[in-house]
């Protein structure tokens, strides 16, 4: 069965009558508690809104919040759909589309990921430049739907240069660490093996995750700007002597959440003068 982004769509505005949000956001493994920091409007299970894919691994709540947050109108989703859950890749650029339906102009993803830089260990961030689709899946196979996009389109400036370079000043006025580096998705569900490792390496990964490259491909397909942030939660396989698990995941996850809480709230209250000034800029341009 084909699922409708529209439909959602629908199902989503009905819910939060008149409230049309700026930005999405897509909560990776273990940081679904800055939802909860969202002054909410509207709040939603995964499992009640119709053509919706769902989220069946831990630390992905499933829930679809709407509201504000850092003084932004934003669409929070609360956990994401993952190739390895068995789904049709098709399936994964419903979330997306829907959101792009629903107003938004940018996307900002997290992701949980294993770091290939000592001096980058658990607890860091590290804000992605570019990335490496590793899977082989693509969830824009298939017939092309012109109404949200080309059938051809690039992926030079995957992630927002203007975005990245607001996301560092935060950083830095925030005396956060934030890194900066190529994500290497990983199909899964296992961890990658050592030589695997090696090979991403040498393709110039500097972290590994089992998401966010599908989220971005319809991003970007469908014209939206687009920023990422990995929560680095372990060191790759063959770098440490921790066994790599789901649970140390989630629990690691934990170290940088604070500060990735605090980053994205004040990129967004930044953002939102900036996306002002740009208003007002346009606006001036029109009178002339």
């Known amino acids: 069965m084909t699922l409708d982004p529209h ?11 008149g409230f049309v949000p700026r930005v999405g956001i897509v909560l990776g493994s273990g940081l679904g508690d800055l939802a909860d920091k969202v002054e909410i409007v509207a709040d939603l299970n995964y499992q009640d809104i119709p053509d919706f894919p769902q989220s069946t691994v831990e630390g992905h709540a499933g829930r679809l919040i709407l509201g504000r947050l850092g003084g932004m ?15 049709d890749p098709k399936d ?8 792009k339906i629903l107003g938004i102009e940018i996307l900002l993803v997290t992701n949980a990921a294993g770091s ?6 658990p607890g860091s961030l590290m804000m992605l430049s570019d990335h490496i689709n590793f899977t082989g899946l693509n969830p824009l196979v298939g017939e092309n739907d012109p109404a949200f996009g080309p059938r051809f389109f690039s992926m030079e400036e995957a992630y927002d240069p203007t975005l990245r370079e607001h996301l560092a000043a935060v950083a830095k006025e925030l005396k956060i660490e934030l890194h ?16 695997e490792i090696k090979a991403f390496k040498t393709l110039g990964a500097d972290a590994v995750g089992m998401s966010t490259t599908p989220e971005v491909l319809v991003a970007r397909h469908c014209g939206l700007r687009v920023a990422a942030i990995s929560n680095i939660t372990n060191l790759v396989a ?6 790599l698990s789901h649970e140390q995941t989630l629990e690691c996850a934990k170290l940088a959440a604070e500060d990735l809480e605090k980053l994205v709230i004040v990129f967004l209250e930044t953002l939102k003068r900036e996306l002002l000034k740009a ?10």
Do not use: W
């Not at 994964?92 to 959101?99: E, G, K, S, T, Y």
């Not at 290939?116 to 260990?121: E, S, V, Y």
């Not at 063959?238 to 066994?243: A, E, I």
């Open 238 to 243: 063959g770098m440490s002597k921790t066994k």
């Open 92 to 99: 994964l650029a419903i979330p997306i589309r829907m959101l």
């Open 279 to 288: 208003h007002l800029r346009s606006t001036e341009n029109g009178n002339d």
């Open 73 to 87: 109108p934003v669409i929070c989703m609360q956990g994401r759909i993952h190739y390895y859950e068995g789904v």
């Open 180 to 195: 900066e580096g190529v994500y290497l998705h990983y199909l899964g569900p296992n961890f990658e093996t050592p030589a």
């Open 116 to 121: 290939f830089r000592k001096k980058m260990g």
């Open 7 to 17: 439909a959602a769509a629908d199902f989503v505005k009905e819910a939060a009558e």
